[in-house]
């Protein structure tokens, strides 16, 4: 990279005249029937395995009966709008949720991160309640907030199981996403920060203008990822009774002893995740490539 | 009159003591320049100056104030104070321009348009115009320096501290940066260069100090330190960086 100038033109005047040798046209050609033999290769092993998966569970004794409880095309077309109503209430909460957390989950990671000694009983709080909250599994945040709250009888207090079912995924949710963040703001290296200070900036207009940028892009892809674990998760507090995609198959579904209802919910939840997981790995895949590009910088 | 004064500073890490009864002198519009072995404490007492570490006894004044009092405005202090670093140190999440103007704007409360205006006529003066709205890792190590020299110029700092920035820098690029350097001597901007390049070092340096083990132990002129050095150590050292092929 250093003398380039003199360089650059010798190699432009001779990319014009180049011609491949001899020896590159047959390394060309073995590349290529190196390359057609390993698609042959894939081609077969995928045929063999899936093939021997399709034969397995087709002649499997209780493949029938499987087809009908679990596979009724027909009684699946019926109940599809059923729980395509469920699941916009799973889209709606996640939305919500995800604003809710973002904020949350910020005001705890700067917390977490921040030296200011007035801040300390607030820096111990966030702690303690990433902790906790880390620690303690959905489910049950869910039945102690839906069930618990409403038995306080507090005037005033909301008792909606969607609202509850809501807050207790906000809450947990927080404490994941609070450590993502954290540990995004953790990664910038603490020379931006010199530079930064250095150039006048304060405390909070470097966190503002040089960290926090950097952190959010580095963290995105994780971040996205606990976009697709939270809608699936929002599914959760159809145990309290919420009516979303899942409650609504279960309905269907103990009403007729047919499964398929179960089928509908997950094939509707996967229209909306895997393209969720395909961007989200396209976002991790690009952010690596952009870190190498800069480490070789 | 002395625009920066450092009197007998002493700074430790734990149990280590990497500058010892330091003083220094920089008279307005002269370029003082450090030099010694790596770990004898150069950039540390360049980042004592810009108050990035505390120092453990001493003074520092800059304008005849003291910034090395607790209660200062440390924000306030480092307005006035430029620093470049070995490693550039550019926000890689913003554009050249974005880099050199954020300080100006948010900072010194410049108009946007002011900003940017000023930045182009700088960016134009290095020669570097064309890469105004390019991003740092698109850049040479040697374009990346000159930006954060720019940068660092650009709210016009009392002094400006220099961290060896040519040293990761390969021996074409080296000299890019230091002719910068040498137009804003000529400009009468005030420095302190931590540096290993003895010629460099020869040309534009009013004092050159020489740091052993956190002390300043031979300080003169150029041709008294460079070219005529008296204590053995620093004969040695000269001799090694010479073999080095630096000088």
């Avoid at chain 1, 949710?173 to 990664?187: D, H, K, N, T």
Wanted: aromatic share 4%; glycine share 6%.
């Amino acid at each position: 990279m250093n003398t380039n100038d003199g360089p650059i033109h010798a190699s432009v005047g001779r990319a014009l005249s180049w011609s491949p040798s001899q020896r590159e046209i047959e390394r060309i050609a073995q590349r290529k029937s190196l390359a057609r033999k390993r698609i042959a290769i894939a081609t077969l092993s995928s045929v063999v395995v899936l093939g021997a998966l399709v034969i397995a569970v087709v002649t499997s004794p209780g493949f029938t009966v499987v087809k009908e409880t679990f596979f009724d095309l027909s009684y699946g077309r019926k109940v599809l709008h059923l729980v395509a109503r469920g699941i916009l209430t799973n889209i709606m909460l996640t939305i919500i949720a995800s604003i809710a957390i973002g904020i949350i989950a910020m005001t705890l990671a700067l917390l977490r991160t921040s030296r200011s000694a007035a801040l300390t009983p607030f820096r111990i709080l966030a702690t303690v309640y990433v902790d906790i909250f880390r620690g303690v599994p959905l489910l049950l945040v869910i039945l102690l907030i839906g069930f618990g709250v409403p038995a306080l009888r507090i005037h005033g207090l909301t008792s909606s199981v969607l609202v509850l079912g809501t807050i207790a995924v906000v809450l947990t949710y927080s404490a994941y996403v609070a450590e993502v963040l954290r540990s995004g703001i953790l990664s910038v290296h603490p020379s931006q920060r010199a530079a930064a200070r250095s150039l006048g900036l304060s405390q909070s207009q470097t966190l503002r203008y040089v960290v926090l940028p950097q952190a959010v892009k580095r963290v995105i892809p994780p971040l996205l990822n606990d976009l697709v674990a939270l809608l699936k998760d929002t599914g959760l507090v159809s145990i309290l009774g919420v009516i979303d995609a899942v409650r609504a198959a279960q309905i269907e579904a103990s009403r007729t002893f047919n499964y398929t209802p179960y089928v509908v919910a997950s094939v509707l939840f996967l229209c909306i995740t895997i393209p969720l997981t395909r961007y989200t790995d396209r976002t991790l895949l690009r952010s690596i490539a952009r870190q190498n590009a800069q480490g070789a910088a | 009159m002395n625009v920066l004064e450092v009197n007998n500073v002493r700074k430790c890490f734990g149990s280590e003591v990497v500058l010892e009864d330091l003083s220094l002198s920089v008279p307005e519009h002269t370029a003082t320049v450090l030099i010694g072995a790596s770990g004898s404490g150069k950039s540390t007492l360049l980042r004592c100056i810009n108050l990035l570490d505390e120092i453990d006894d001493g003074s520092i004044h800059l304008d005849g104030e003291e910034i090395s009092d607790p209660h200062i405005d440390v924000d306030v202090v480092r307005r006035r104070l430029g620093m470049v670093f070995q490693s550039f140190n550019l926000f890689p999440h913003m554009t050249v321009l974005d880099n050199i103007t954020l300080s100006p704007i948010k900072v010194h409360g410049l108009e946007k348009d002011e900003a940017r205006h000023k930045a182009i006529e700088l960016l134009t003066r290095f020669g570097l115009a064309d890469k105004a709205n390019q991003f740092p890792d698109r850049l040479s190590g040697g374009q990346q320096q000159r930006v954060a020299i720019i940068r660092s110029i650009a709210v016009r700092p009392r002094v400006l501290l220099l961290d060896e920035v040519t040293s990761a820098l390969d021996p074409v690029l080296v000299n890019e940066v230091l002719s910068i350097v040498r137009d804003l001597k000529q400009d009468g901007m005030t420095m302190v260069l931590a540096t290993h390049e003895m010629g460099f070092a020869t040309q534009v340096a009013d004092e050159v100090c020489f740091l052993e083990s956190g002390r300043i132990v031979e300080r003169g002129s150029a041709t008294q330190v460079i070219s005529d050095p008296q204590l053995p150590q620093t004969k040695e050292f000269l001799k090694r960086v010479h073999e080095a092929g630096r000088l």
